[in-house]
């Protein structure tokens, strides 16, 4: 359903590439990925990399980091990217654009991996107390553009992911997963 020319691997699945920050080929990326960041650790050189691929335009949206230790982790790891001095983070309001680039989108709602929502007969917060809701964040250049995006205490890409795996899943998280991440990468692309 899309125009862009995808690159398939031999079993028709679509390829996808996997660079180190410092790769030179992420100034041809219109947007990056970061999975799990409440676990990353940067190194001065990436730390750079990534600040001068973001003040040129680039985009970043970082998704399925739960509770406060993950959140922690990334945030200083993003602020010595982008100091908050200068480039606060803040909680992305219904009203902003993202929020209805395509899709108007009333709330991003909290979604766990399937694994965890099938052996927890529904649950949704994957560390309990410690992720009782979602953190819906960004970080904007001097102009306002989103240069980061982050999703807090959920699992926005599993709603895309798991369309095979249970009906029931599907149904109850994928519209507004992907009314997200359709509004995002259009933000993204478009911004």
Not at 76 to 81: A, H, K, T, W
Not at 97 to 111: C, G, S
Not at 163 to 180: Q, R, T, W
Request: overall charge negative; aromatic content about 10%; glycine content about 6%.
């Amino acid at each position: 359903m899309t125009h862009v020319r995808i690159k398939l691997q031999p079993d028709d699945q679509p390829d996808y590439v996997v660079l180190r920050i410092t790769d030179p080929l992420i100034a041809k990326c219109s947007v990056l990925h970061f999975e799990d960041a409440g676990t990353a650790i940067l190194s001065d050189e990436e730390v750079l990399a990534l600040r001068a691929y973001l003040l040129k335009g680039g985009f970043v949206t970082v998704d399925d980091y739960w509770g406060t230790a993950a959140w922690n982790q990334w945030a200083e790891e993003i602020g010595r990217v982008l100091p908050p001095s200068e480039y606060p983070i803040f909680d992305i309001p219904v009203d902003h654009a993202i929020m209805h680039t395509l899709y108007d989108v009333k709330e991003v709602e909290q979604v766990s991996n399937i694994r965890f929502w099938i052996q927890t007969n529904g649950g949704v917060s994957e560390r309990g107390s410690d992720s009782p809701h979602v953190n819906f964040r960004g970080i904007a250049d001097q102009n306002g553009r989103l240069m980061v995006v982050m999703t807090h205490n959920t699992d926005i890409p599993d709603t895309w992911e798991r369309e095979g795996e249970s009906k029931e899943y599907f149904d109850k998280f994928s519209p507004n997963g992907y009314a997200i991440g359709v509004n995002t990468v259009l933000y993204a692309l478009t911004h």
